[in-house]
């Protein structure tokens, strides 16, 4: 299960990297990942902390350091 997550979060990880901040809703609709695994790897990258959050009106951002 760990290395399922692990590989979770390094394709959210890719897809920021290339294509920059986004939300959740952008990488699941962009990604092969569902709803649950970009969850995983989004926790996976933020307890490494890898990652910012930031709230633009109701969406919630997500950005690399």
């Known amino acids: 299960m760990l290395n399922l997550i692990g590989d979770a979060a390094g394709i959210v990880w890719q ?3 290339t294509n920059g901040p986004a939300s959740a809703t ?3 609709a962009e990604t092969d990942l569902n709803k ?3 969850q995983r790897g989004i926790g996976w990258l933020m307890k ?3 990652l910012n959050l930031e709230m633009v009106g ?3 951002i997500i950005a690399l350091k």
């Open 15 to 17: 897809y920021l990297d």
């Open 26 to 28: 952008k990488i699941i």
């Open 36 to 38: 649950v695994d970009v």
């Open 48 to 50: 490494e902390g890898k």
């Open 58 to 60: 109701r969406t919630e």
